[in-house]
């Protein structure tokens, strides 16, 4: 079955424990993408890859740090998280860049920094 | 920086009735796209729209996407229970990037 898996599913952390959230797809796509979803601003884009070891900012990357050393996995690395940072996370994957390229999201990680 | 814009934000109705989410900006997008989401998932999506003018119908659901590539419609006609959930649209903007829309939370009730 094609599909974006990410663990863990549900996290609670502290301030300032390194955590990683992984990602990964078994579809062969070249891009992947990471969001956080927060009441009323919708999907905004943390990080992006256009393949493997091609990785580039987006919207919000600011406490957030991304690896693609295989095309399968691209895992999100939280050095020091922060309460600012507690969301819903989703991972997304598709064939090509952005539009029209369908994007397949994986079910989220809510993440709760206490 | 481009906007996406969609309205209403929030929209309950009873099972049966008709209703039509919009989805608007100020810039031209290459292309458009609407997804839905339920609650503990991630958005699945709809439809894609490239054409301006474009009318594309998924049973009772008829997407449209403006002449002008600004704009694009959702409706839905005798709304069921189980078309509950989020409807995110997302624009396709000139560097291949995806512009998304921050959501219709969508309630019908039986």
């Known amino acids: 079955e094609a599909q974006v898996t990410q663990n863990p599913r549900y996290l609670i952390t502290v301030t300032g424990k390194k955590l990683t959230v992984t990602c990964s797809q078994n579809?062969?796509?070249?891009?992947m993408s990471w969001y956080r979803q927060d009441p009323g601003l919708g999907l905004r884009q943390i990080y992006y890859?256009?393949?493997?070891?091609?990785?580039d900012k987006g919207d919000v990357p600011e406490g957030y740090k991304v690896s693609r050393k295989e095309k399968r996995n691209f895992p999100l690395i939280l050095e020091s998280p922060s309460p600012n940072q507690t969301s819903l996370y989703f991972c997304?994957?598709?064939?090509?860049?952005?539009?029209?390229?369908?994007?397949?999201f994986g079910p989220g990680t809510r993440l709760t920094v206490l | 920086t481009q906007l996406l814009e969609q309205s209403p934000q929030f929209l309950s109705i009873q099972e049966g009735e008709n209703l039509t989410v919009y989805c608007n900006s100020s810039s031209v997008f290459s292309s458009l796209q609407w997804y839905r989401q339920e609650p503990g998932e991630g958005p699945v999506l709809l439809v894609t729209v490239v054409t301006g003018g474009e009318v594309k119908k998924l049973k009772r659901l008829t997407f449209q996407f403006g002449d002008a590539r600004k704009d694009s419609s959702l409706h839905i006609t005798a709304a069921q229970p189980g078309d509950t959930g989020l409807y995110l649209c997302?624009?396709?903007?000139?560097?291949?990037?995806?512009?998304w829309g921050a959501g219709t939370k969508l309630i019908i009730k039986p």
């Open positions: 997302a624009g396709g903007d000139s560097n291949y990037q995806l512009i």
């Open positions: 997304a994957s598709s064939l090509g860049a952005g539009g029209p390229s369908e994007q397949f």
């Open positions: 579809m062969n796509h070249e891009y």
């Open positions: 890859s256009m393949n493997v070891e091609v990785t």
